[in-house]
Nanobody
Framework: QVQLVESGGGLVQAGGSLRLSCATS????????MGWYRQAPGKQRELVAG???????DYADSVKGRFTISRDNAKNTMYLQMNNLKPEDTAVYYC????????WGQGTQVAVSS
């Protein structure tokens, strides 16, 4: 059974940091390109950062230099370190495949106050 479980969200002040985790099961995680996505109220879900099975990364321009995506294949887990958070980063954050998608998890809420 495929399962994606996001955690680590919360309420922080602008300039603060959070580290999100994505625990996976039921997929061959080590071979799969993965991504972090976010959906703000009233907006479409967007890709924030991606990481290949080999560890190459790419980022949306809006988060470049502030967010860092990483993965631990031994733990089937992916991370998103978010620094210098801004109010516009407020959204529900999800993880999923970078290309081939599996059922979405429940996401984790990030709220940044000004």
């Amino acid at each position: 059974q495929v399962q994606l479980v996001e955690s680590g969200g919360g309420l922080v002040q602008a300039g603060g940091s959070l580290r999100l985790s994505c625990a996976t099961s039921g997929i061959i995680f080590s071979t799969k390109a993965m991504g972090w996505y976010r959906q703000a109220p009233g907006k479409q879900r967007e890709l924030v950062a991606g990481i290949t099975s080999g560890g190459s990364t790419d980022y949306a321009d809006s988060v470049k230099g502030r967010f860092t995506i990483s993965r631990d294949n031994a733990k089937n887990t992916m991370y998103l370190q978010m620094n210098n958070l801004k109010p516009e980063d407020t959204a529900v954050y999800y993880c999923n495949g970078r290309y081939g998608k599996v059922p979405w998890g429940q996401g984790t809420q990030v709220a940044v106050s000004s």
